[in-house]
């Protein structure tokens, strides 16, 4: 354990990825458990939805037609967030403008697609198998590989894995009319967490400009490159090998931690054991094991609380455009964000001192990990069909 003062007293815990702190109150754990009962919930949802937009062959709200697919489908959101072509807009500086120093904008433009998991609609992550996950991870592959800059240092890689990657028979992902600067692979499960639709699906972000988190973490990580000779991640996985108070399971590619500085009561990081800079990194074997990780993830978050678990989930990894030096500072991780704390309805929101000083967690990731451990085995639901 850490030691042994941090169980009993108020502290502060840093994050190296993104150089800020959040409070820790331990204490607070030690107060009766007062958390609400339920009964472990089923899963009520049809195979096949005749009146879902992402379910096969069915309609979607712009009037296309989905293909009868069998595992993913991609497509550009009928509703994207940010669009490749729109009026120009470049707005100058002006130390003597009040107004230009404080009311700054800047265009962004991109591409925001969808993509399913899996053609029932009832299936999550947790329910599927990891053999019946790589097509979704041979299809972020195929996606981030068709959008990087020509002078990608990743490029040769890139269209290697093509090759040896089947094509998604129900249609390919085209390359950008522009080029793009970053990819964020992303999923929110459930409705706690603004997801409109439960059939299994995600969305992918590709913008003109590096998002803030991701940019965090490129800075931190080439600083601590810079300052120690050694990659953060690298040392943090050796780390979490070594001391196994987060470690929530492993295998030969890829570890999960709930991590030291997490703010979630049972957030959970994915890193790969090499230095992988981006998915197009990954062999046959660690897609695969990459797979096994993700569903350990969902199926033990299910099993925790016998919920159909909230989160949302998202990959990091090298951008789109970038120079060598910042796809060698970039290390191959999926980060897990849940709201519930202490059972299927209690949830922990960002209010109050959080809001205004900085972010507060009771529960430590040192326990969250042990009961998240304790979860494995076959998904709870099986039991109750």
């Not at 404080?102 to 299936?123: E, M, N």
């Not at 089947?166 to 964020?184: A, F, I, R, Y």
């Not at 972010?359 to 076959?378: H, S, V, Y």
Request: with cysteine; net charge negative.
């Amino acid at each position: 354990m850490p030691d042994e003062v941090l169980n009993d007293i108020s502290h502060r815990r840093y994050n190296p990825l993104t150089g800020s702190w959040l409070l820790v109150s331990p204490h607070r754990t030690k107060r009766p458990w007062q958390g609400a009962q339920e009964t472990p919930s089923k899963n009520t949802l049809p195979s096949y939805d005749p009146k879902c937009y992402l379910c096969p062959g069915n309609k979607r709200a712009q009037g296309d037609s989905n293909p009868r697919y069998k595992n993913t489908f991609a497509f550009v959101n009928d509703y994207s967030a940010v669009k490749e072509t729109q009026q120009d807009y470049h707005p100058e500086t002006n130390k003597d403008d009040v107004a230009s120093l404080l009311l700054q904008a800047r265009p962004v433009t991109g591409r925001c697609y969808v993509l399913t998991f899996s053609a029932k609609h009832d299936a999550t992550l947790a329910d599927m198998t990891p053999e019946e996950i790589v097509p979704v991870i041979n299809t972020w592959t195929r996606i981030y590989a068709s959008h990087l800059s020509p002078s990608h240092p990743l490029n040769g890689q890139a269209a290697y894995v093509l090759s040896t990657i089947p094509e998604n028979p129900d249609g390919e992902v085209t390359p950008p009319k522009h080029q793009l600067k970053n990819m964020q692979i992303f999923e929110n499960k459930g409705a706690a967490m603004g997801c409109s639709n439960p059939h299994p699906h995600c969305q992918i972000w590709t913008t003109s400009t590096l998002p803030e988190e991701p940019g965090k973490e490129l800075v931190n990580m080439r600083k601590y490159k810079s300052d120690t000779g050694r990659h953060l991640l690298g040392d943090y996985v050796k780390l979490e090998l070594e001391k196994k108070e987060r470690l929530v399971w492993e295998n030969d590619s890829f570890v999960v931690v709930c991590p030291w500085w997490a703010l979630w009561p049972f957030e959970v990081l994915i890193i790969s054991k090499r230095h992988v800079r981006a998915l197009v990194d990954l062999d046959d074997k660690e897609r695969l094991e990459f797979a096994q990780a993700v569903q350990e993830v969902a199926r033990r978050y299910d099993n925790l609380f016998e919920t159909n678990f909230p989160y949302s989930s998202g990959i990091h990894q090298a951008p789109l455009d970038c120079t060598e030096e910042e796809a060698e500072m970039s290390w191959f991780h999926m980060h897990f964000y849940p709201p519930l704390l202490r059972s299927a309805t209690v949830k922990k929101f960002l209010v109050g001192y959080e809001l205004m000083a900085e972010p507060q967690r009771d529960i430590t990731p040192e326990q969250a990990a042990a009961k998240l451990r304790d979860c494995g085995g076959e998904l709870y639901r099986k039991s109750l069909q």
